[in-house]
């Protein structure tokens, strides 16, 4: 079915590489004006671009989602760009290097809680006001991790945080539902984005690290951004109209062992 997003707007956080423009690919391919933004400016052109070649409208915005005077900016920004917001998606992340909890500095502790949960948090603070404001519902989707529903040896702060972000999720849910601004979450294992390959190549074999990864997920590979894409496209859409406060594991399995 084409068509799922026409006249829709949607705010991508994250979008200048990964999940995030594949998510901003597939969303314009459905009809939505997508508003690309991330702290790497030129990515987000890149997206556009690609965005634009194929028929669609789309705009870039730089911000850096632990600044709460940017987040509000680039929401007021697609608002004076495309006049409405409908769906927003607060895809933007970072993980740490591995590390065990006791080795770990608290500033890298603080830097990765900043983005994965408080970007979070200002994501959906000003981004459910504008449409509250607007009253005409809308759809909050947040990026959490399979690593924020079982442990994640190695990775406290990334595990920590994605939790945090699914329960973000669900409070917000609650607090927004009955403005028909729906808030849920996907929960995605090892997809091959740029910060995979970046987990990759910190390790000292990193050919043999990409195997382990993938021959942990029982279906045998790492997940694409683009069935990531799909995932975020069914909550965006009015399919998932009677779905808020849930979690979409996309894991292939990794979570069932």
């Known amino acids: 079915m084409a068509g799922r997003l026409t006249g829709k707007v949607a705010l991508i956080t994250g979008a200048a590489s990964g999940i995030g423009r594949a998510t901003a690919l597939v969303f314009a391919s459905e009809g939505a004006r997508v508003v690309a933004a991330d702290r790497d400016l ?9 965005i634009e070649a194929q028929g669609g409208q789309a705009s870039a915005v730089r911000v850096e989602v632990t600044d709460a005077a940017q987040v509000e900016t680039t929401i007021q920004a697609a608002l004076h760009k495309f006049g409405q917001l409908n769906i927003l998606f607060n895809n933007a992340g970072t993980a740490e290097t591995a590390i065990s909890i ?10 990765v809680m900043a983005v994965n949960a408080k970007g979070v948090f ?3 603070k000003y981004g459910a006001a504008a449409m509250l404001k607007a009253g005409q519902g809308g759809s ?6 399979v690593a924020g529903v079982v442990g994640y040896a190695g990775h406290a702060a990334y595990s920590a945080s ?8 669900r409070t917000a849910a609650l607090e927004l539902a009955r403005a028909n601004i729906r808030v849920n979450a996907i929960a995605p294992a090892f997809t091959a984005t740029p910060m995979v390959d970046e987990l990759a190549a910190s390790s000292r ?14 279906l045998g590979r790492l997940g694409t951004p683009h069935e990531i894409a799909n995932a975020a496209l069914f909550l965006a859409s009015d399919e998932s109209s009677f779905m808020t406060g849930a979690v979409m594991t996309l894991d292939g399995g990794l979570t069932i062992q």
């Open 162 to 169: 994605k939790a945090a972000c699914l329960h973000l999720t």
């Open 102 to 111: 006791m080795d770990m500095a608290e500033e890298e502790w603080d830097r």
């Open 140 to 145: 909050i989707i947040n990026t959490a991790s």
């Open 122 to 124: 200002l994501g959906i």
């Open 205 to 218: 074999d990193p050919e043999r690290a990409m195997k382990k990864l993938a021959q942990a997920i029982p």
């Open 42 to 50: 030129a990515g987000c052109e890149q997206t556009v671009s690609q």
